[in-house]
C-alpha cells in the first residue's frame, strides 16, 4: 500500500494513482449528473461562468429545471454549508439535459460547440476524484468510489488507465501543467517502487 502522496500543496490518496476508471457513459447513462442529494460544488467564480453561460444553455433545460433556476438561482448552499448547483425533485442537477436516453451536462455540450467558454464545474470534471480545502493552504484529493460508476471502473481496469491518468485535463485545468507533470514523475517513482 502506497503512502499519502503531496505533489506540491497537494495531497493525494494513493488509490488515484492505483486504481483504475474510465467514464462508459453509454453503461451509466450519466447517473453522476443524477444521482445523490446535492447537486455538484461549485465555486463562487464558478457560479459567476455559469450565470454568463445561462441564455445559451436556457433551451437546453428541461421546464422543471427552468423554474428551479427562476426560483433559487443557479447554486444554493446546501445542509454541510457547501455551495452547490442547483438540482430538481431532490436529485437531477438543473444542467442535465438527455441525448438517446443519455444524461448529459448542458454546459459541457454548448462548451464543445464552442458557444460558452465555461466547461462545467471543475468538481464534475475531476470526479471521481473529490476535493477537500486541509489546513496550511493544503488540498486533499481523495478517489471516491460510488456503485453507479462501477463500469467506469471496469472499463478502467480492461484499459489499464489509472484515475489520475484518465483526468489529466481537469488535474492539468486545477492546478497546472508543471503540477501534473509532477505528479506523473511522481507517480512513476512511486509505481516502480512498488
Not at 442547483?86 to 444524461?103: H, L, P, Q
Not at 463500469?151 to 485545468?173: D, H, T
Request: proline content about 4%; aromatic content about 8%.
Amino acid at each position: 500500500m502506497l503512502p499519502i502522496i503531496q505533489v506540491g500543496e497537494v495531497l493525494l490518496s494513493p488509490d488515484i494513482l492505483t486504481r483504475h476508471f474510465c467514464c462508459d457513459i453509454s453503461v451509466c447513462g450519466g447517473q453522476c449528473c443524477v444521482e445523490g442529494d446535492a447537486g455538484a460544488p461549485v465555486t463562487l467564480d464558478e457560479v459567476a461562468s455559469i450565470e454568463d453561460s445561462l441564455d445559451e444553455v436556457w433551451e437546453d433545460l428541461s421546464a422543471s429545471a427552468q423554474a428551479v433556476i427562476d426560483k433559487q438561482g443557479v447554486a444554493y448552499v446546501d445542509q454541510d454549508g457547501d455551495l452547490v448547483t442547483s438540482i430538481v425533485a431532490g436529485k437531477d442537477c438543473v444542467f442535465t439535459c438527455y441525448e438517446k436516453g443519455v444524461c448529459l451536462c448542458a454546459l459541457e455540450r454548448k462548451f464543445r460547440q464552442g458557444k460558452i467558454p465555461f466547461c462545467k464545474p471543475i468538481s464534475c470534471a475531476l470526479y471521481p476524484i473529490r476535493e477537500k480545502k486541509l489546513g496550511n493552504g493544503l488540498i486533499g484529493l481523495n478517489y471516491n468510489e460510488w456503485v453507479v460508476c462501477k463500469s467506469a471502473v471496469a472499463l478502467g481496469e480492461k484499459m489499464q488507465l489509472p484515475v489520475y491518468r484518465f483526468l489529466k485535463e481537469p488535474l492539468v485545468r486545477r492546478f497546472g501543467e508543471e503540477w501534473y507533470r509532477q505528479l506523473e514523475e511522481t507517480a512513476d517513482a512511486l509505481l516502480k517502487e512498488k
